[in-house]
C-alpha cells in the first residue's frame, strides 16, 4: 500500500537530491537559444519567472551536445566550443528559489531539423515528410560518451540534474520503437537490443557525473503509433530503468511523426498516461513523474495522493500562468483558461505556446491568447532567421565527422 503523499511535499531522489515539492515544468523546447547554441536574456528570465513561481524542478527541453541533430535552431548546444559563462547564468538564475534546474539531453536523429542538419536515424528511412539515413555503428558507440560529456559539463555549470530524452520520436526512442529501428545488429530487433543505447547512455552519464547527481529518463508509454512502441516493450523498459542508476522515470507518449499525434496537441480532461504509470509501478521502485493533460491542481493531487505517481510534470499549464505552483499552494483560484482554437494547422499549438514562452521571458505576456495563424508567422520568421545564424556559426554540419 502506497503512502498518500501530499503535493507541496519534498520528496528525496535515489541520489538524495530532495525535490521541494511534487511539481516539476516538463522538458519544454523554448526556441530562445540565439541561434549560436548559448542562451539569450529572454531564456534566462523565463527560467527565473519559473523558478519564482515556486516548482521543485525545472528541465530545459532538447539541450544538444553536437549541433549536428537538433529539433530546432534555438536549441541550446553544450559541448566543449560552447561559453561556459553563458550557461553558468543560466544555472543560476534558473535554479533561483530552491528549484532544481535541470538540462534534457536531446539528440532528433531522425527527426533532426533539416535545415541544419542531415537527419540520421537507427534505420534510413524515405517516408513523406521523413526522411533519414542510418547511423553506422562506430556512429551510435560514440553517443553514450556525447551524452555523458554534455552532462558532464552541466554539472560543471552548476545545473543540478539532467534528463535523457528518450521519448516523442526523438533519437533513443527512435531506437526503442520498431517503426524507425529496423535494424539487424545488437542495437534492432527485440526490446532488449532496442533498448542497448539507452541503457549504455545512462550508464555513461553516470560514470561521467558521479553518484549524487539527478539522471532522469523521459520514456514513451507508447508512441500512440500502429507499428510503434506499444506499452508492453516500454514496461519492459521500465524494469530495465529499475536496475539501472536513474533517479526518476518520467512517463510520456506520442511521436511527432508525420501526421502522428504529440503529447503537446492533446486536449481531453484529465491526465493521459495514468493508466501505464500504474503498470509501471508495479515494475519499479524508482521515483515515477508523470507529463501530459494536467491541467487542475485536484487532478495534480489525486495522481500524487493516490500514490500512482511521485511526481507530476507541467507544461502548457505552466506557459498559461508560470506561477501556478505557488498559486495552487496559496489555494488560490480560478485554475488557469487555456486557449481553445477552432482550427488548427499541423505544428500550431507548438507554435502558439512557443511564442508566449517569448512573451514571457519579456515579461509581457498579453492576458488574452494572441492569434494563431500570427504565431505559426512568427514561429516560423524567426526559425529561419536562427537557421542563418546557426549555419554562420556551425557551418554545415557535415554530420559524419561528428
Ligand atoms: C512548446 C512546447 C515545446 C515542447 N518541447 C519539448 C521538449 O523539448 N522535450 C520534451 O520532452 N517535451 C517537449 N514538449 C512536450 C511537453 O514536455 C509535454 O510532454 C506535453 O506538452 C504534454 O504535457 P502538457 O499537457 O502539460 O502540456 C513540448 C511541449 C510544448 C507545448
Known amino acids: ?6 503535493l507541496f511535499e519534498p520528496l528525496t531522489l535515489p541520489c538524495r537530491v530532495v525535490l521541494k515539492n511534487r511539481i516539476a515544468k516538463s522538458a519544454m523546447s523554448d526556441s530562445l537559444g540565439d541561434g549560436t547554441g548559448h542562451p539569450t536574456a529572454e531564456q534566462i528570465r523565463l527560467y527565473r519567472r519559473w523558478a519564482e513561481g515556486g516548482l521543485a524542478l525545472s528541465i530545459i527541453g532538447e539541450v544538444q551536445g553536437t549541433p549536428g541533430f537538433a529539433e530546432k535552431p534555438g536549441n541550446l548546444v553544450l559541448n566543449d566550443d560552447a561559453d561556459f559563462d553563458r550557461f553558468q547564468a543560466l544555472a543560476q538564475e534558473g535554479g533561483a528559489n530552491d528549484t532544481q534546474l535541470w538540462l534534457q539531453l ?28 542510418e547511423l553506422t555503428e562506430a556512429e551510435i558507440h560514440r553517443l553514450p560518451s556525447e551524452f555523458a560529456r554534455t552532462a558532464r559539463l552541466a554539472q560543471d555549470a552548476g545545473f543540478g540534474g539532467v ?64 507499428g510503434g512502441l506499444e506499452e508492453d516493450d516500454a514496461l519492459n523498459v521500465a524494469a530495465a530503468l529499475d536496475r539501472s542508476s536513474v533517479d526518476l522515470i518520467d512517463i510520456s507518449g506520442g511521436t511527432y511523426f508525420p501526421g502522428a499525434k504529440a503529447a503537446s496537441d492533446g486536449a481531453g480532461g484529465g491526465p493521459y498516461f495514468l493508466g501505464f504509470a500504474r ?33 507530476i510534470g507541467l507544461a502548457r499549464a ?42 514571457i521571458g519579456a515579461d509581457a505576456e498579453t492576458p488574452a491568447p494572441g492569434e494563431i495563424g500570427q504565431a505559426i508567422r512568427d514561429y516560423d520568421a524567426r526559425d529561419a532567421a536562427r537557421t542563418a545564424i546557426w549555419l554562420e556559426h556551425f557551418g554545415d554540419n557535415d554530420t559524419s565527422a561528428q
Open 1 to 6: 500500500m502506497q503512502q498518500r503523499e501530499n
Open 106 to 133: 536531446g539528440h532528433a536523429g531522425a527527426l533532426a531539423y533539416a535545415p541544419t542538419s542531415q537527419p540520421k536515424g537507427p534505420s534510413a528511412l524515405d517516408l513523406p515528410g521523413l526522411c533519414c539515413a
Open 163 to 226: 534528463q535523457i530524452h528518450a521519448a516523442h520520436g526523438f533519437l533513443l526512442s527512435q531506437f526503442l520503437s520498431p517503426l524507425f529501428n529496423k535494424r539487424n545488429d545488437e542495437y534492432g530487433g527485440s526490446i532488449a537490443n532496442r533498448m542497448r543505447l539507452l541503457l549504455e547512455s545512462i550508464d555513461a552519464t553516470r560514470a561521467a557525473v558521479g553518484p549524487d547527481f539527478p539522471i532522469a529518463v523521459k520514456l514513451n508509454s507508447s508512441d500512440q503509433l500502429e
Open 279 to 311: 503498470r509501471a509501478r508495479a515494475v519499479t521502485t524508482k521515483p515515477l513523474m508523470l507529463t501530459g493533460g494536467f491541467k487542475t491542481r485536484a487532478q495534480a493531487e489525486e495522481a500524487v495522493g493516490s500514490g500512482a505517481v511521485d511526481l
Open 318 to 359: 505552466l506557459v498559461i500562468e508560470p506561477s501556478l505552483p505557488a498559486l495552487w499552494q496559496a489555494d488560490r483560484t480560478p485554475e488557469p483558461v487555456f486557449p481553445r482554437f477552432p482550427e488548427v494547422p499541423e505544428g500550431g499549438i507548438t507554435a502558439w505556446y512557443t511564442m508566449r514562452l517569448t512573451e
